[in-house]
């Protein structure tokens, strides 16, 4: 790794001429964040066309496509999103229904059928909830933690969740809301992954709810000891949406015969979060500012005649679940076995200007053989080292 970066580091060193422009990456920022890209949620229209910028300008600087398409800097892939659809899905046991909505609300994507137990409160649940899903009273201060009583229900041997609302003090709104913004936003797979993908194993009621699902919250109030509540099914009726989002790939050829056939990459994301609850989540930082770093160092590299093949890579999918970068490793446009190493940026624009971060830590001591490296590498070229800082 040292020699790779010193490698690197000669390289730089030929762009002793050249100057980061740093009017330009403001503007790339300042563009990619703009509302025209929509936040640039993976595989909308802004992602696409924060894709194409990036492709334009691999295309000027005279980059070579690795892409077989009508857009050859393209390199894509498919994604599937799985979404609930409340009408007509239902929670039913022991033959009472409820619908999917604001009373009664799960983190389910998939059809779940299991035995339910009721377990009051201040009693250990024992042996007979293990494989079973667990039904508990939510406390009374609203500001109880619900993922906490999930994790006690599974460590208890519980395969999940059903919190009951305190007969005249409901605190699960808040709650059985997030749970239906999980599945109405759904989530991300690849089309060959197969299994539906579904979130924590919980599940919350209201008291209109739980009456109609046949449940007596006052009996339950007074029980003492666990009860066998029959069968729970909770059936999602599911959507799927394919969406083809892109990677954009440009390699800058070695110099070196004997060493062009190994290729650095430098990668960043050019994704983000697009709109959520119609608020335009616009990424600045993360990751305008590694995707405006990415475009310029090939400005300033493309003239350099590195000994080494490089690869700029910007990738989408990383805040769904770094699909681009799974998407671009299954199916490659070069051998792996020719990657020797990718140097990622990502959320370069708030750090202070004397101190650069590189994984896997910042802190004094917390430090792999690549940060070790970069120390030795930066310290020949001259910026200033920043003041050790204590870990947190």
């Not at 077989?68 to 009408?87: I, V, W």
Request: a positive charge; one cysteine or more; proline letters at 10%.
């Amino acid at each position: 790794m040292r020699r790779l970066l010193a490698a690197l580091a000669a390289s730089t060193a030929l762009l002793s001429a050249q100057t980061p422009d740093a009017a330009r990456m403001k503007a790339d920022v300042y563009t990619l964040a703009s509302p025209a890209f929509e936040g640039r949620l993976t595989g909308e229209p802004g992602q696409m066309k924060a894709a194409r910028l990036v492709a334009d300008r691999f295309r000027e600087l005279g980059l070579q496509p690795l892409g077989k398409g009508p857009e050859p800097f393209f390199l894509p892939y498919a994604l599937q999103l799985r979404t609930a659809d409340e009408r007509g899905s239902v929670f039913t046991l022991n033959g009472h229904r409820v619908p999917f909505g604001p009373g009664a609300a799960a983190f389910r994507l998939a059809p779940l059928e299991t035995p339910l137990c009721f377990v009051p409160e201040q009693v250990d649940p024992g042996p007979s909830v293990k494989g079973r899903w667990i039904a508990r009273f939510a406390p009374a201060d609203p500001a109880f933690d619900p993922d906490a009583m999930m994790k006690a229900a599974l460590a208890s041997g519980a395969t999940g969740l059903l919190l009951l609302p305190r007969p005249g003090a409901d605190t699960l709104g808040s709650f059985r809301d997030r749970a239906r913004r999980f599945i109405l936003r759904g989530r991300y797979g690849f089309p060959a992954d197969g299994a539906t993908p579904s979130g924590p194993p919980a599940a919350a009621l209201d008291e209109a709810a739980a009456k109609a699902l046949g449940l007596d919250l006052d009996a339950l109030m007074k029980a003492s000891a666990p009860r066998d509540l029959g069968a729970l099914s909770i059936m999602p009726v599911m959507t799927l949406k394919t969406i083809r989002p892109v990677n954009v790939a440009g390699l800058l050829p070695g110099s070196d015969p004997a060493l062009k056939d190994e290729i650095v990459v430098l990668s960043a994301h050019e994704d983000h979060l697009g709109m959520k609850d119609g608020q335009l989540h616009p990424g600045a930082d993360d990751n305008a500012s590694g995707t405006a770093v990415l475009m310029e160092t090939a400005r300033l590299l493309k003239d350099a005649k590195p000994r080494r093949s490089i690869l700029f890579l910007s990738v989408s999918g990383e805040e769904l679940g770094l699909f681009g970068s799974r998407a671009f490793v299954a199916d490659p446009p070069v051998p792996l076995k020719s990657i020797v190493a990718d140097l990622n940026t990502d959320m370069v624009g708030r750090n202070g200007v004397r101190a650069i971060s590189v994984t896997p830590a910042r802190i004094e001591g917390a430090t792999g053989t690549l940060t070790r490296d970069t120390r030795v590498i930066a310290s020949r070229l001259g910026p200033p080292r920043p003041e050790s800082r204590p870990a947190p």
